[in-house]
Nanobody, 124 residues
Framework: QVQLVESGGGLVQAGGSLRLTCAAS????????MGWFRQAPGAEREFVAG????????AYSDSVKGRFTISRDNAKNTVFLQMNSLKPKESAVYYC?????????????????WGQGTQVTVSS
């Protein structure tokens, strides 16, 4: 399994930006689709964004499209989530996930490895 470590979470005011980073171990990183999910208190974990192994294709939930950008650096085994215009309702624990497949699906079952999560809090 791939080991994933997220960083970059924190407290930000509404309308602000954060950039999350996920560092992955393993030699198959460039063949792994990566995803970001989030889970707010009392809610189910939901898909936020995904990127194919090559980085050529991305997918986003409708709620973040146009404000969030997922990217990856395969040379550094790292994936990023740039979050702009954040809203208080987007306060959640954000998780990085890796798939053994190179294509993206927006469901948890598609992903095989998960990080511990990083807290994002957006104040109003």
């Amino acid at each position: 399994q791939v080991q994933l470590v997220e960083s970059g979470g924190g407290l930000v005011q509404a309308g602000g930006s954060l950039r999350l980073t996920c560092a992955a171990s393993g030699q198959t990183f460039s063949r792994s689709a990566m995803g970001w999910f989030r889970q707010a208190p009392g809610a189910e974990r939901e898909f936020v964004a995904g990127i194919t192994g090559s980085g050529s294709n991305t997918a986003y939930s409708d709620s973040v499209k146009g404000r969030f950008t997922i990217s990856r650096d395969n040379a550094k085994n790292t994936v990023f989530l740039q979050m702009n215009s954040l809203k208080p309702k987007e306060s959640a624990v954000y998780y990085c996930a890796a798939s053994q497949r190179s294509y993206v699906l927006s469901v948890e079952a598609h992903f095989d490895s998960w990080g511990q999560g990083t807290q994002v809090t957006v104040s109003s």
